[in-house]
Structure formats: C-alpha cells, structure tokens
C-alpha cells in the first residue's frame, strides 16, 4: 500500500506542460517541496501526494494568462508556488520571488541554484518595501491575502497596464465584489475572472486579471502639488 505522504511519479499530463528540460525540473522541484519543503515547514506532508495535482500542474497552467518576454514578481511566494513553477515552464519570463520570511527565501535560493535557473531572484522582503523602487509586467499571487489587500500591494509593483493575476478559488467572485472600493480607488483599467488550463487541469485554475491603472489618488496628488 501507498504511504500517505509518499511523492507520486509525475502524471502524463505532465509531459505535455513541463517540456523538454522543464520536465526534470519540475521533477526535481517536486522532490525539494516532499523532502526540504515539509522539514522545514513549508508545505504539509499531508500535501506530498498532491505536490503534481494541486500546486504543481495547477500552478504551471497560469503561463497561459503571462504574456511572453515579460517580468514577474511572485508576492509572498513561500515555497515557490506559483512563481518558482512559472519560472520553470516559461524561461522567457524573469522571475523575482519576493518572500519576507528568511526560512523561506533561504529555501527558495537552495532551489533555484539546484534546478539551475538563471531567469530568477529571490529578493527577501515585502511588497510594501519595494512599492515604487522596482517595477513589473506581472505580479501573481496564490493563498497571500484577500484581493482587497492583494490590491493595496501590487498595483504600486506594477506600471500601467500591468497585469495582477491571483489565483482564486471558489470564492473569487465573493472577493472581487468585496475589493470593489479598491478597485477603483486604485483606477484599475479592467478586471475580470478568467480560467486557465481547461483540457489539462481538473478544474481548471481561477484567476482574477488585473489591468493596472494610473490611481486617482495619485493624480490628485500630483494636481495639488502643481
């Protein structure tokens, strides 16, 4: 009989999303996450069954929504998912996982020099520190924080136009209704809930898509300093 906390071999599906080289890394993330990853704290040996399934394959299909060449900042990564997986299936991307806790950003630094990335940082601290120092295309969130204050965080990361993606699950709607005031106080351009994955993940992951804007706030600012 299976152990419960045994690492299962990676699912055919797999082969389809981790291609070439991605695949051995992915397999080797796998085995960090089941070994180092559940030592010190970071994922729970209950979840080693599920590392392909539910983080793994769930966190590779939201390359569907990044677009190609960009920047990514992975708020609040912790063990590296989504950003550490992303980073894996699109090395066109340049990843920067931002993570405050240093048990965790000294784990994701051991991964990143194990699986041999070179489109990757691992910056120790929060996102309200590097609001208005950095800036990216992207910024994904997965398990951080309600999107109200997912907002708060990111948008300052993020030149206009850029792009919030957080992964949500069957609360996404319930959430977004609630971020409303945010929303808007923050001019975003356009949000909405997409789905990634179909046809390769069950269920699919939900995202909800934020388009960056210029804040009112900001510009009202800048009006009264004229």
């Not at 996102?127 to 965080?153: G, I, N, Y």
Request: glycine share 8%; charged share 30%; proline share 8%.
């Amino acid at each position: 009989m299976t152990e419960s906390n045994e690492l299962p071999e990676a699912p055919p599906v797999a082969r389809e999303i981790f291609t070439g080289e991605a695949l051995e890394r992915a397999r080797l993330f796998a085995e960090l996450l089941a070994g180092p990853g559940v030592v010190r704290g970071l994922l729970g040996p209950r979840e080693v069954p599920r590392i392909w399934d539910r983080h793994l394959l769930n966190c590779a299909v939201v390359e569907e929504a990044v677009p190609p060449d960009s920047t990514l900042v992975d708020i609040g990564s912790g063990a590296g998912l989504p950003g550490l997986v992303l980073a894996i299936v699109r090395p066109d991307v340049t990843v920067t996982l931002l993570e405050p806790l240093l048990r965790r950003t000294v784990f994701l630094s051991e991964c990143v020099e194990a699986l041999k990335l070179d489109n990757v940082e691992v910056l120790r601290g929060r996102a309200e520190e590097l609001a208005r120092k950095r800036v990216f295309d992207v910024a994904t969130a997965r398990a951080v924080a309600p999107l109200d204050r997912l907002l708060a965080w990111s948008m300052p990361l993020l030149h206009e136009g850029g792009e919030l993606l957080a992964m949500k699950g069957e609360r996404a709607q319930e959430e977004l209704d609630a971020a409303r005031p945010q929303l808007e106080a923050f001019g975003v351009r356009h949000v909405e809930l997409i789905t990634v994955g179909h046809g390769r993940v069950e269920p699919p992951a939900t995202l909800v898509r934020v388009v960056a804007g210029r804040s009112p706030r900001t510009d009202t600012r800048r009006r009264r300093k004229r």
